[in-house]
C-alpha cells in the first residue's frame, strides 16, 4: 500500500510557496505523514528580501491597526480550535494537553494584541536630565527578525516565538524544524488576519543547514533561539554575527515584558527648551 | 594695544600624587602582577612617563575573577540599602578629590582641564549617585520579573573618558548586585587605580571591585575567563567584533558600546551661530577623541559656504595646547598610535581630493598634537566620510532635501548618534524618526546626563548606558 | 545680500525686513556658550592689560534728576584722570550725562580725550512724538555733545511695527551726522534674545554707530548672553559688507571679573579689532572703582579700599 502523504507549503510574502530547490523533508506523525518543503540557503535569502519589505509595511501600520490584526489571528484560531486539537493529538498530546495547549495560545495572542499600543510607554521614558532640556527615550523595533522556534509540541510556544517581535514592530522570519506541521498549518490562519505580505513568514527545514546564513545574512538584524542547539550551532551563528555585530539571543519562550526587551532598540532625542 | 593674549593659567600638578608604580587591585588591596611585566604610562602632552604599570597576564586575571567570584557571595549578602550606601560613598569620595582626579586625567588623557574638571568629573560623581538610588530599587526599574544579577563581569574600557567610562560600567554593575573585574586602557590607567584606592578607603567589600591593569592581552584573557558572567566592552568596532566573535557559543552576557561616525545635519533653516558652536563642540571636544564625535557635517548646499566661513571663522578661536592651561580648548593626542592614525587617514583624505582647512597655531613641540581641521570637498567615497577618525577632523558632505540628508546619514554601518539643526519643530521630529542612532542630539551635541540611556544602532553596538535603561545591561531575566 | 549702504550707513528697509524675518536663534546655544566662556581664566599681564582697557572704554555715567553741575564736573574730572596716582591708568571714553548737562561736563572735559555723551529721544521710556524726540537730539548736539545715546521705540517693537522702530532711528541718525549714535535696545523689556537680535538688527540697519544694552533704569540690566546676541549681530552685519558697528554694554555690570568677562566675549566673537574704545563700551558708574581696585591689587598685591581713590 502506497502511502499519502499530505503536504504543506512555506509561507513566504503572503504567499504558500514551495522551495526552490524542490526538496523535501518528511514528518510523520502518528497518523499523518507530511512532506515539508526544505529551506535552502536562497528560500532564506527570499524570506529576507520579503520580510525587509514586510518590516516597512507592518512597522507603519498604527498600533490600533497591528493589534486588530494580532487579535484577528485569535479569532481565527478559535474558529479553527477542533482542527489544532486533532493535529496537536497527532502529534502525541491527549485531547486535555492539546485543547489547554490551544487556549493557552488563543490567551497569549490577546495578551499581546493588547500590548502593541502600550509597550513603548512601558520601557520608554522621559528622562530627568539636568539643565533646560527635553529628553525622551523612544522605542523602535530592531528590523527584520530571525526567530527559531523551539522543538515543543505547543501552538502556544510557537506563538510566543514570533509575537514578542511583531508586537514592537519587527518583520519576522519564523522558522521550524520538527514541529513544522504545527506552524505551516497555523500560516494558513496568518494568511486569513491581514498581515501585510512579508510581515510574518513561515518557514521550515533543517536549522544546521542555513545556519552560517542566519548569522551571516546582513538583513537579519536579530536572531533569537527559543530552541536548545548545538554549541556547534551557536558557535557559528555567532561568529558569522559578529560580523556585523548582529543581534543574537538564546532564550525559552515565554512572555511578559522581558520577551519584549530584545527586539527593542532605545533612540534617545535631546532638545533644548528655550525661548 | 589692541592686542589681547590670554596669559598661561596653568593647574598645579602638585595635588596628584603618582606612584613609581602600580599593582593591580584584587580583593580589596594592591598586589604585585603575578606577570612580573610592566608598562609605562606616559603623559602624552609631553611624553614624560608618569608610572609604571602591571600587565596582567592569564593568572593575574583568574586571580582577579576568583577574587569577583568570592565578592558575589558577599555583595548578594549585603543588602540593597547597604549596597546603595557605598555607592553614594563614592560618589562623595569622587567629589571631595575631584580635583585631584581630574588633574590625574589631563596629565595621563591629554585632556583639557577645563573638561576633564568641568565635565568629566561631574558627570563622574553624579552617576555614581544616581546608580547609587537604583540599587534598593531594581524591581521597580523593570519589573520583578527582570531583575537578577549576572554575577562576576568583566569590564573593558577606553582611553578617551578613562574615568567616566569606569563609572559607567562600575556604577550599574555594582547598583544591580553585580562584582566587577575592571580592564581599563592601557594609556590611560591612573584615575582607575586611584579610584580603587577609594573603594579600599569606603571599605567596600573585598572582591566586589577589582582592577587588572594591562594591553589588550590582558582583556582577551578577561574575555576568555571561563567565570566571567557578562563582558561589558567600550572601545572600537573591531574590536567589539573580536570580543563577540569570541564569546560565540558561550552563554555570557554581552554588551557593546563601539565606535560611530555621526552625521550632524544642519539645515538652511537653523540658527546658525549656535548650530556653528554645536558643530564645532560636536567634533573638537575632547580632541575629537569622541565615539558619538559629529565627525560627518551634512550641511544643506545652499548655506554651505555660508556656514563653512563661520565655521573656519569659529574654528580659529581654539586654543590648543597645555592640557592644564585652564585656556586651553584641545589637548593632546591621547597617544602615537592615534596620532598616526589619523595623519594616516587625513593625508588620504588630502589624496583624495579633500580640501583641507586646519588653523593657524603653535603646536608644542614635544607630545602628540593635531591641528583642528576641516574637510570640504569630500565625496561620499572617501575613506575621511566613512571611516571613523576619532581625532579632531570634520568632514563635510552637503545635500539638497531632508530626505537626501537622511539617506547620507544612515550610510553607514555606524548608528551611535547623530546631530539635527533646524528651527522648525516637526522636521527635527520628521528627521529624529529616521535616524538609525542610539542618540539624536536636536539643535545640541554631546550632551550627557546620568539619567540619559546612551548607546548605539547597527554596528556601533548594543546595550544602553545610563538612565533605566542602562540598568538592563547588567540585570537578567528570572525564569 | 545688498551690500549697498545709503547715506549715514543705513540700509534701505526693504533689505532690513528680510534680515528682521530671518532672525534665528537658539536660547540654550547661547546661555550654553557664554558659560563656557566664563571659564576663560585671565590672569597677570593679560589681566592688567585688559583692566587697563575697560577703564578707556568706560563712559562714566549719571542720569539722574538729582545730578547738579558740581556732580558732572567731578565725575567728569575723574573720567580725565581716574587714578591720578597711577600715570598707565588711561582716561575714561566718555561720561555720559542727560541733556541739560552737557554743556557743563563739555566745559570740564575740555581738550582732554574724554567725549561727551549725552541720552536723548525722551530717554528711558522713549514714549514720546518723534518732533519731540528730535528736537530732544538737537538740543543736546547744540550743547556740544560728542555722541547721542537714544533708546528705541519698544512701543513700536511689540505692536510690530518694525519699521517705525527703523524710521525713528534713521531720522535721528540723519538729526546726528557725523556724531556718534548709540542706539539703546533695553533688553530687559525685550526678554528674548530673538528680539534681542532682531532690534539689533532694527537699528544697525537704521544706522546706528553702537547698539547699547540697556537704559540702567529698570531692574534688569545688561547681560553678557544679550552682549553675545548683539556681537555676531554686529559680525554679520560685518560679513554682508555694512562695516565694522560697535557695541555699549551698560546697567548692572560692576565688578571688573564681570567686565572681563564681557571682553572675553568680544574677543572670541568679534575679534581683538573690537577690543578698543572706538567699538566697544561699558556703561557704568561703580564699576571704575573695581578695576581701579584691582588695577593697584595686581601691582601690589594687596586689596584695596576704595577710600584709596578720588570719588566720581
Not at chain 1, 153 to 176: E, M, Q, R, W, Y
Not at chain 2, 67 to 74: I, S, T, Y
Not at chain 3, 21 to 26: A, E, L
Request: glycine share 8%; charged share 25%.
Amino acid at each position: 500500500m502506497t502511502e499519502v502523504k499530505k503536504t504543506y507549503k512555506h509561507y513566504v510574502d503572503g504567499k504558500f510557496v514551495r522551495s526552490e530547490s524542490g526538496k523535501v523533508y518528511a514528518i510523520d506523525l502518528k497518523n499523518e505523514k507530511y512532506e515539508i518543503p526544505l529551506t535552502s540557503k536562497k528560500d532564506l535569502r527570499d524570506a529576507v528580501t520579503s520580510s525587509k519589505a514586510g518590516f516597512a509595511k507592518w512597522n507603519s501600520l498604527t498600533m490600533y491597526n497591528k493589534s486588530q490584526i494580532l487579535y484577528r489571528l485569535s479569532e481565527m484560531i478559535e474558529g479553527n480550535k477542533e482542527s489544532y486539537i486533532i493535529l496537536l493529538q497527532d502529534h502525541g498530546l491527549s485531547k486535555s494537553e492539546a485543547k489547554n495547549d490551544i487556549e493557552n495560545s488563543i490567551n497569549t495572542i490577546i495578551w499581546y494584541a493588547g500590548l502593541v499600543d502600550k509597550w513603548e510607554q512601558l520601557t520608554g521614558n522621559l528622562n530627568p536630565v539636568a539643565g533646560e532640556y527635553f529628553n525622551i527615550s523612544h522605542q523602535e523595533p530592531i528590523g527584520v527578525t530571525f526567530t527559531l522556534n523551539s522543538n515543543s509540541i505547543s501552538l502556544d510556544d510557537l506563538v510566543k516565538s514570533f509575537l514578542p517581535a511583531l508586537t514592537v514592530g519587527c518583520s519576522v522570519i519564523n522558522f521550524s524544524e520538527k514541529n513544522a506541521v504545527i506552524a505551516l498549518k497555523l500560516s494558513e490562519d496568518i494568511n486569513n488576519s491581514d498581515f501585510p505580505a512579508g510581515s510574518l513568514n513561515i518557514i521550515a527545514g533543517k536549522f544546521e543547514n542555513i545556519v552560517e546564513d542566519v548569522g551571516g545574512h546582513v538583513e537579519i538584524k536579530h536572531a533569537v533561539i527559543y530552541d536548545d542547539i548545538s554549541k556547534e550551532s551557536k558557535t557559528i551563528i555567532g561568529e558569522k554575527g559578529s560580523e556585523s555585530v548582529k543581534r543574537i539571543s538564546f532564550q525559552p519562550p515565554t512572555s511578559g515584558l522581558s520577551s519584549i526587551l530584545p527586539f527593542i532598540e532605545t533612540k534617545t532625542v535631546w532638545h533644548p527648551k528655550g525661548k | 594695544m589692541n592686542n589681547w593674549e590670554y596669559a598661561e593659567s596653568i593647574e598645579s600638578e602638585k595635588i596628584v600624587n603618582i606612584e613609581k608604580k602600580y599593582g593591580h587591585f584584587i580583593e580589596g588591596e594592591f598586589v604585585s602582577p603575578n606577570s612580573k611585566k610592566y608598562l609605562d604610562t606616559i603623559s602624552p602632552s609631553t611624553e614624560e612617563v608618569l608610572s609604571s604599570i602591571s600587565i596582567g597576564d592569564e593568572k593575574d586575571v583568574d586571580f582577579a575573577v576568583n577574587a569577583a567570584k568570592e565578592g558575589v557571595k558577599q555583595w548578594s549578602k549585603t543588602s540593597p540599602s547597604e549596597r546603595s550606601k557605598y555607592l553614594f560613598k563614592l560618589a562623595r569620595l569622587i567629589q571631595e578629590r575631584s580635583r585631584e582626579f581630574a588633574v590625574l586625567e589631563s596629565l595621563d588623557g591629554g585632556k583639557p582641564i577645563k573638561e576633564s574638571r568641568d565635565f568629566d568629573l561631574p558627570q563622574v560623581a553624579q552617576n555614581f549617585f544616581y546608580y547609587a538610588g537604583w540599587a534598593d530599587k531594581i524591581d521597580l526599574a523593570w519589573g520583578s520579573g527582570i531583575s537578577k544579577p549576572y554575577g562576576v563581569v568583566g569590564q573593558i574600557i577606553p582611553w578617551n573618558f578613562p574615568l567616566l567610562m569606569l563609572s559607567w560600567k562600575v556604577a550599574p554593575a555594582l547598583a544591580t548586585g553585580n562584582t566587577v573585574v575592571l580592564k581599563p586602557a592601557e594609556t590611560t590607567p591612573l584615575t582607575a587605580l586611584l579610584f580603587a584606592e577609594l573603594c579600599d578607603e569606603i571599605g567596600l567589600p573585598k572582591g566586589v571591585f577589582n582592577l587588572v591593569t594591562g594591553d589588550g592581552t590582558t582583556g582577551s584573557h578577561l574575555v576568555n575567563h571561563k567565570d566571567i558572567k557578562k563582558i561589558a566592552f567600550t572601545g572600537s568596532t573591531s574590536v567589539g567584533k573580536y570580543i563577540q566573535k569570541s564569546l560565540s557559543g558561550r552563554d555570557v552576557g554581552l554588551t557593546l558600546e563601539l565606535g560611530g561616525k555621526a552625521a550632524n545635519i544642519v539645515y538652511n533653516d537653523a540658527a546658525l551661530d549656535e548650530a556653528v558652536d554645536g558643530v564645532v563642540n560636536g567634533i573638537f571636544f575632547n580632541q575629537g577623541h569622541v565615539c558619538c564625535a559629529g565627525s560627518r557635517l551634512l550641511v544643506q548646499e545652499d548655506i554651505h559656504d555660508v556656514f563653512i566661513d563661520k565655521l573656519e571663522k569659529r574654528m580659529q578661536t581654539l586654543r590648543v595646547g597645555n592640557p592644564l592651561d585652564k585656556n586651553t580648548d584641545i589637548g593632546a593626542i591621547n597617544s602615537k598610535d592615534q596620532l598616526d592614525k589619523i595623519n594616516e587617514l587625513v593625508n588620504e583624505g588630502v589624496n583624495d581630493g579633500g580640501e583641507l582647512f586646519q588653523i593657524e597655531c603653535e603646536l608644542p613641540k614635544n607630545g602628540f598634537w593635531f591641528k583642528p581641521s576641516l574637510f570640504t570637498g569630500v565625496q561620499a567615497n572617501y575613506k575621511i566620510a566613512t571611516e571613523e577618525i576619532f581625532g579632531p577632523v570634520l568632514t563635510t558632505l552637503t545635500f539638497r532635501t531632508p530626505d537626501e540628508a537622511v539617506e547620507i546619514a544612515n550610510n553607514t554601518e555606524y548608528g551611535l548618534s547623530a546631530g539635527i539643526w533646524t528651527e522648525k519643530g516637526s522636521k527635527i521630529l520628521w528627521t529624529a524618526d529616521r535616524l538609525d542612532a542610539g542618540v539624536v542630539w536636536a539643535n545640541t551635541f554631546n550632551k550627557f546626563d546620568p539619567a540619559s540611556p546612551f548607546g548605539g544602532y547597527k554596528e556601533s553596538g548594543f546595550g544602553r548606558e545610563g538612565g533605566r535603561h542602562g540598568l538592563l545591561s547588567y540585570l537578567k531575566a528570572s525564569s | 545680500m545688498n551690500t549697498k549702504l545709503s547715506i549715514n550707513n543705513t540700509v534701505d528697509w526693504t533689505t532690513t525686513e528680510d534680515m528682521v524675518n530671518n532672525v534665528k536663534i537658539d536660547e540654550v546655544g547661547v546661555l550654553d556658550r557664554v558659560s563656557l566662556l566664563a571659564t576663560r581664566s585671565i590672569k597677570r599681564e593679560s589681566k592688567l592689560n585688559a583692566l587697563q582697557k575697560i577703564i578707556s572704554m568706560c563712559d562714566l555715567t549719571t542720569l539722574e534728576g538729582e545730578d547738579t553741575e558740581g556732580k558732572i564736573i567731578q565725575m567728569s574730572s575723574k573720567a580725565i584722570a581716574p587714578d591720578p596716582n597711577d600715570e598707565s591708568v588711561p582716561s575714561a571714553a566718555a561720561v555720559c550725562v542727560y541733556p541739560a548737562l552737557v554743556s557743563t561736563a563739555k566745559k570740564t572735559v575740555k581738550d582732554s580725550s574724554v567725549k561727551v555723551a549725552s541720552v536723548s529721544s525722551y530717554f528711558p521710556s522713549g514714549q514720546a512724538p518723534i518732533e519731540s524726540k528730535i528736537s530732544d537730539t538737537k538740543f543736546a548736539i547744540n550743547e556740544g555733545a560728542d555722541e547721542i545715546d537714544i533708546v528705541i521705540n519698544r512701543k513700536a517693537f511689540f505692536e510690530g511695527d518694525y519699521k517705525k522702530v527703523y524710521e525713528e532711528i534713521k531720522s535721528l541718525k540723519d538729526v546726528c551726522g557725523d556724531i556718534h549714535l548709540k542706539t539703546i535696545l533695553e533688553i530687559g523689556e525685550l526678554k528674548t534674545y530673538e528680539n534681542i537680535k532682531k532690534a539689533s538688527v532694527i537699528a544697525l540697519c537704521a544706522g546706528s554707530d553702537f547698539i547699547k544694552t540697556s537704559t540702567g533704569k529698570i531692574s534688569n540690566g545688561s547681560s553678557r548672553e544679550a552682549c553675545l546676541v548683539m556681537a555676531r549681530t554686529v559680525r554679520e552685519f560685518q560679513s554682508y559688507g555694512y562695516g565694522m558697528r560697535g557695541i555699549k554694554v551698560a546697567g548692572g555690570i560692576r565688578s571688573a571679573k564681570d567686565a572681563i568677562r564681557y571682553l572675553v566675549i568680544i574677543n572670541e566673537e568679534l575679534g581683538t579689532s573690537w577690543l578698543s574704545p572706538d567699538y566697544f563700551r561699558f556703561g557704568a558708574s561703580s564699576l571704575l572703582d573695581d578695576v581701579l581696585r584691582q588695577i593697584k591689587k595686581l601691582k601690589t598685591n594687596a586689596y584695596q579700599s576704595s577710600y584709596y581713590f578720588p570719588r566720581g
